[in-house]
């Protein structure tokens, strides 16, 4: 006992003489938890690219941690407080089910800076930011539009979260600006990664009719199932066209770099950032990559000159008038849906087949 | 539904089905001769890793696939090292390979995902066949992997009924005891019929790695492994059954992305239930005949056995 | 077979001093093992050792996180030992976990705005009923259609895992959840009290709750049971002589209902521990696999309530340190369950030393 409680001291003298050799050369401490492998070449793999873009710009200045595959259960709260605790100031916490667990260790570290991911409850030092994902998927909705023979596409999702659900939306919007015979079939998998599921799910939407495949999980068999049977896909969350030359036309890419350098600009010059952001095209969170020379002219053009006017600010794609399932308007003309309710959307628009899970 | 929907669904199901029945064959082997190894999943990382990781290095298909084999074999080795010689408690050293072969297959695999497999085998259509209605696709466009599994489903099944060393095999599952008093080198067999359930693993590995998915990520088999161990069980240890089995889950999770694809109006919760359901059902239904349950249940399963 | 100088040569006792050596003696060699790793990547080994296995534990807050982790992976391996024994081979206590999870839930959502202190315990006791009906299921169709209990309770894991999807996806979503799988956060009444709550500065932070009493308590209750009821022999019996048992009057479906039931029981009690613990709600996503965790752990204790708790807490501590090293030293995650899956063998391993003592093969067996 005696032996624990000088081993318990030293500890605590040990941490006073860190606290108290702190000074301004110290690099800024930032963290990042993650919900998979860095190496996912998905969700993950596209926040720790943003991470490395920190550190390779801002050098000394600046140290980046990272926890990779952190489950979303009782332990993310002891891998968050405990980031927290080693003096990170700046901490990222990358996916939804971090949500409590932030806001819960965010009470006792005040002076810490904390930023969730995907998330809809912030306190004063926890941030909410976000991709509007819906962005590059409605493009790559402009492109499926011109490219489906059958007008059928085919969706392979992964929850039924508000994300996934506008995500849908967004490419059916976009591809029946372009082609209103246009049809969206949805298959839930009810995994982020299950790549036996994903293929399977792309079968079955193909087997059904659908000749251009978008999917909102975290590998690349949807993209390399259409490429086995002779119909066309895209990339999610990174650039995938190496996989499937023959069957890839674009890729919805998340980038969350510029975001995380604007964190770590403002917090070096002392004034951590605390607005939420939910960016999209126009601030460079995400963009449509690598567009294959196998989409047509007209229809590369027709998304670009679209990018350029979400760029510009010029475009939403949650504008009026948008029409509900039952072919009424949901949306009326002149109308937008706030962020707050694209935020929270549970419902599809005129041209996506079935209903989504859990709701009526 | 109209044969013509039907087809690409029976070929989605074999597709699926092909590594489930690889895996759990070797399983089958290795319980039938008393042993339980629960590191099935743990195994097919390890071979799919290696099987990606060669053509990576430039290696041909070939090699690719007897990497695969030896890294399933070597994974066995060492559950047979611990299991049979020291003795170990089966259940316990299964799910430990399980976890040892997730980390060191995420370990060595790190910086070859996001890439795809530079080499992958891929469907070789049988002229004529392949344009069945209903089974052409599906059983005459498979990848030489697909056709492989169907020659050692035969060969398996052969080698339990038809040769003496299956029955000695069998044999040895049913009562070590009595297998060493005749005078058989029970640790031996049991030691053979291990590494052949790493093979079989390693192969399934492989196929993920390099003709369905052509990629590699960490977790890449996502449970398959424990679906196949849950098949030989299904299969109540016979091969010809473990062929159904496969195919009925397979044919299942197919048939409930199907509904789902036309848009039946059941919770995809449901849907997403059935393959596991349907297992369960089938299983108790055809379990009800007791003693043909007894005679093929390897009796000695599971447990160590002390061989001089 | 291969022909090695040395042999195995069974004692006719089995050695207590080994019983406490040999798990000790693997720990040793993982750590060497993990030295040349270490050393390999660069890293000095002793201060990676030191983040692996002393780190965690140099806080009360490190103290307090092993505890909590450790407390439910020990009370689900407790239940399935009592039916290891008996050769009942439930491993679908995850499932049955969720179910304890999802009864619990369902009251505390019920009286959200009401309830009282009897709510709590209430909820464990659901908690218990759940876990235990769906261990019902592999009971009945193995007693009833002789159907093997290890698949049914395995396929039964998937479909429970998907009835919380269900729930929180559906009927139970909280109105101001945005949409997002959540249920409403528990009353105060339906959560675990920390034990930080009854003051004390040094706990402050720390998540351990007064539910580890109840794992406290099954502990010496499952050995009394194991050890000391007539109901725990004949479940040995059972295990280890099935025909001796039917012999002496208990029948084999009897040992297959109480197995399970109790299995179902434990594992759907440490669910409510989780979600009326650190989760405080019902989500999607809420475990990290403890039913099976418990399986390793319920082998590794060699089945005795003392070996089990000792492997929970082994099984927690290589957990927090495989974070450790994670979060200090920036080693990826797959190093951790290398160490994990390594330490497991070689404890499993080295455990033949028990039973068994090495001695060089006599010259004339080894020609």
């Known amino acids: ?360 | 539904m109209t044969l013509a929907s039907l087809t690409p669904l029976f070929a989605s199901a074999i597709g699926a089905a092909i590594p489930l029945l690889l895996a759990a064959l070797g399983e089958l082997v290795a319980e039938r001769s008393g042993v339980l190894n629960l590191g099935v999943e743990g195994m097919m990382l390890l071979g799919a890793v290696t099987a990606f990781m060669v053509v990576a290095g430039g290696g041909g298909l070939t090699l690719a696939l007897g990497a695969a084999c030896l890294a399933g074999m070597l994974a066995a080795l060492l559950f047979g090292f611990v299991t049979l010689t020291l003795q170990a408690n089966q259940v316990a050293a299964g799910l430990a390979l399980t976890i040892l072969g997730s980390g060191v297959s995420a370990f060595l695999g790190r910086g070859y995902s996001g890439n795809p497999a530079k080499l992958a085998f891929t469907e070789l259509p049988i002229p004529g066949l392949s344009r069945l209605p209903l089974v052409g696709p599906a059983l005459f466009s498979m990848n030489a992997l697909g056709y492989l599994a169907v020659l050692l489903t035969i060969a398996t099944a052969w080698f339990l009924y038809r040769t003496k060393s299956g029955l000695i095999l069998r044999s040895v599952g049913e009562s070590p005891v009595v297998a060493q008093s005749l005078g058989l080198p029970v640790i031996s067999i049991r030691y053979a019929a291990t590494l052949f359930g790493g093979l079989m693993a390693g192969l399934a590995g492989c196929y993920y790695a390099i003709a369905q998915f052509k990629m590699w990520q960490e977790g890449l088999t996502s449970g398959n492994g424990w679906i196949a161990l849950a098949l030989v069980v299904f299969a109540s240890w016979r091969p010809g059954r473990l062929v159904l089995g496969a195919l009925l889950f397979g044919g299942v999770t197919a048939f409930g992305l199907y509904l789902q694809a036309v848009g039946v109006q059941v919770s995809v919760f449901a849907l997403s239930a059935l393959p596991y359901v349907a297992t369960v059902v089938v299983l108790a239904a055809i379990s009800r005949d007791q003693r043909a349950l007894r005679r093929n249940a390897p009796a000695s399963l599971g447990q160590s056995y002390f061989g001089m | 077979m291969l022909r090695t100088p040395w042999r195995l040569v069974p004692r006719t006792q089995p050695s207590a001093r080994m019983r406490f050596l040999a798990p000790l003696m693997a720990v040793a060699m993982t750590a060497v093992f993990g030295c040349i790793v270490f050393y390999s990547l660069g890293l000095s080994p002793l201060k990676a050792m030191q983040v692996f296995m002393i780190e965690p534990l140099s806080t009360v807050n490190g103290v307090s996180e092993l505890l909590l982790k450790a407390s439910p992976i020990c009370l689900i391996a407790l239940g399935l030992a009592v039916g290891y024994r008996a050769n009942v081979w439930n491993i679908g206590a995850e499932g049955q976990m969720y179910l304890g999870g999802i009864f619990a839930t369902g009251l505390a959502i019920h009286f959200h705005d009401g309830g009282g202190h009897w709510l709590l315990p209430l909820m464990v006791v659901a908690g218990a009923c759940g876990g235990a009906l769906w261990a019902a299921i592999p009971a009945v169709l193995r007693t009833k259609c002789h159907a093997n209990e290890i698949l049914v309770s395995l396929m039964l894991t998937y479909v429970a895992d998907l009835l919380v999807k269900y729930l929180v996806y559906g009927p139970w979503q909280d109105p101001a959840s945005n949409n997002f799988p959540l249920t409403v956060a528990f009353s105060d009444n339906a959560i675990f009290p920390l034990f930080a709550s009854f003051g004390g500065d040094w706990l402050e932070g720390t998540r351990v709750n007064v539910s580890l009493f109840i794992t406290l308590a099954a502990l010496p209750l499952a050995w009394f049971f194991m050890q000391r009821t007539f109901a725990g022999y004949q479940l040995t019996v059972a295990g280890v002589a099935p025909s001796a048992a039917r012999y002496a009057g208990f029948s084999s479906p009897a040992a297959v209902w109480m197995s399970m039931l109790i299995g179902g029981a434990a594992a759907g009690i440490a669910g409510v521990m989780e979600v009326a613990g650190p989760i405080g709600q019902l989500n999607d996503r809420w475990t990290p696999g403890y039913g099976f965790t418990a399986i390793i752990v319920a082998t590794l204790g060699r089945l005795h309530p003392f070996g089990i708790a000792l492997a929970s807490l082994l099984m927690a501590l290589v957990y927090l340190g495989g974070e450790a090293v994670q979060i200090s030293l920036q080693l990826p995650k797959a190093i951790s369950l290398v160490f994990q899956g390594l330490l497991l063998m070689l404890i499993l391993g080295c455990d033949v030393l028990v039973n068994y003592r090495i001695e060089r093969r006599p010259a004339a067996d080894a020609a």
């Open chain 1, 1 to 360: 006992m005696k032996l624990l409680k000088s081993l318990l001291a030293a500890c605590a003298a040990a941490a006073l003489c860190g606290s108290l050799a702190a000074d301004a050369a110290d690099p800024l401490k930032m963290a990042w938890v993650y919900v998979g492998p860095v190496g996912d070449g998905g969700w993950t793999y596209a926040h720790d690219l943003g991470r490395k873009a920190i550190a390779a710009r801002e050098g000394a200045k600046v140290a980046t941690t990272f926890v990779e595959n952190v489950p979303e259960s009782a332990d993310a709260e002891r891998v968050i407080r405990d980031l927290a605790a080693k003096g990170n100031k700046i901490i990222f916490t990358t996916s939804f089910g971090y949500m409590e667990p932030t806001l819960k260790v965010a009470k006792s570290f005040p002076k810490v800076n904390f930023y969730h991911a995907t998330g809809f409850k912030n306190a004063p030092n926890v941030t909410i930011y976000n991709s509007r994902m819906y962005e590059p998927a409605y493009l790559a909705g402009i492109i499926a539009g011109h490219v489906s023979k059958k007008n059928v596409l085919g969706f392979v999702a992964s929850f039924p979260i508000p994300e996934v659900v506008r995500n849908i939306d967004a490419f059916t919007m976009g591809a029946r600006s372009v082609n209103p015979k246009i049809t969206t079939k949805v298959v839930w998998v009810n995994s982020w990664f299950d790549p036996s599921k994903e293929r399977q799910a792309a079968e079955a939407l193909i087997g059904q009719g659908a000749d251009v495949l978008l999917q909102n999980t975290d590998s690349s068999a949807v993209l390399q199932t259409a490429a086995d049977k002779g119909v066309y896909a895209f990339g999610w969350d990174s650039d995938m066209s190496a996989y499937a030359p023959k069957a890839h036309l674009a890729s919805c890419v998340e980038v969350w770099a510029p975001y995380y350098m604007k964190v770590a600009e403002a917090a070096l010059a002392g004034k951590p950032m605390t607005t939420d952001v939910w960016g999209g095209i126009k601030e460079g969170m995400n963009d449509l990559v690598s567009v294959s020379s196998l989409v047509p002219a007209a229809a590369a053009k027709a998304a670009a000159a679209k990018k350029a006017e979400i760029a510009a600010g010029k475009f939403n794609v949650f504008a009026g008038p948008i029409k509900g399932q039952d072919g009424r308007d949901r949306v009326p003309a002149g109308k937008t849906l706030t962020d707050k309710e694209v935020d929270s959307i549970n419902w599809y628009v005129e041209g996506v087949e079935g209903s989504v899970p859990g709701k009526k």
